[in-house]
C-alpha cells in the first residue's frame, strides 16, 4: 500500500535528515574555524537563485498528490568564498547543505503526500461508516418492510382465490342441485285411465 510505503520513507528520511543536518553544522563550523566569516561574500555573490524547488502532481489510484523536486541552476556563490584559506572546507560545507536540502525536499514531499492521504483515508474511513451503520441498516429496513407487505398481499390474495373457489363451487353445487330439481318437475304427465283400472261387475236383473 503507498500509504504504509510513504510512511516508512518519511521514517528514513527523518533518520538520515538528522545525521546530514549533523555533518552540515559540523562542516560550517570548520569553516568559520579555517576560513573565517564567509557569509557576507556569499550574499555579494548571490544573484539569483541555484536551488529552486519544482512542484508537480502524481497520480495515485486517482488521487492527485503534490510531488516537490530540487532543481539546481546557474553559477555558484561559493566560488570566490575561501580562496585565501579554508576552500576544501567550504566546497564541502557546500555539498553537506546541498546534500541537506535535498534531504528536506524530499521529507516535505513525503509528508505533504502522507497528509494529504491521511485525511483521504481518515474521509474514506468515515464514508464506509456511514455505509454500514446507516445506509445498509436503511435499506435492510426497507427490503424487510416491502417482504413484509409482500408477504401480506401474497396472503390475502391466497385467501381471496379461496374464497372465489369456495363460491365457484357453491355457485356450481346450487346450478347442479337446481338442475335436479328442474328434471323432476318437468317429468311428463300420463293421464290415468279410471274406466280401464275398474272392473265392472255383470249385473243381473
Not at 569553516?31 to 524547488?53: C, P
Request: hydrophobic share 40%; glycine share 4%.
Amino acid at each position: 500500500m503507498r500509504f504504509v510505503e510513504i510512511v516508512r520513507k518519511i521514517q528514513d528520511a527523518k533518520l538520515k535528515m538528522g545525521k546530514v543536518i549533523q555533518n552540515a553544522s559540523f562542516s560550517l563550523a570548520e569553516v568559520a574555524y579555517t576560513a573565517g566569516d564567509i557569509g557576507f561574500q556569499v550574499r555579494e555573490n548571490s544573484k539569483t537563485a541555484t536551488f529552486k524547488l519544482i512542484s508537480r502532481q502524481e497520480n495515485v489510484s486517482g488521487v492527485l498528490l503534490p510531488v516537490f523536486e530540487k532543481s539546481i541552476e546557474g553559477g555558484n556563490a561559493f566560488e570566490l568564498a575561501g580562496l585565501s584559506r579554508g576552500g576544501k572546507q567550504v566546497k564541502n560545507c557546500k555539498d553537506m547543505y546541498i546534500s541537506a536540502m535535498e534531504t528536506l525536499v524530499e521529507l516535505a514531499s513525503l509528508q505533504t503526500a502522507f497528509l494529504l492521504l491521511d485525511e483521504i483515508i481518515k474521509l474514506t474511513n468515515r464514508r464506509v461508516a456511514a455505509i454500514e451503520f446507516i445506509i445498509i441498516p436503511r435499506i435492510e429496513n426497507t427490503i424487510s418492510y416491502i417482504s413484509s407487505e409482500l408477504d401480506e398481499q401474497d396472503r390475502e390474495e391466497f385467501y381471496r382465490l379461496k374464497k372465489v373457489q369456495s363460491k365457484k363451487k357453491e355457485a356450481k353445487d346450487l346450478a347442479i342441485e337446481s338442475n335436479n330439481q328442474t328434471k323432476e318437475n318437468s317429468e311428463p304427465f300420463e293421464p290415468k285411465n279410471i274406466l280401464a283400472e275398474q272392473v265392472d261387475e255383470d249385473i243381473i236383473f
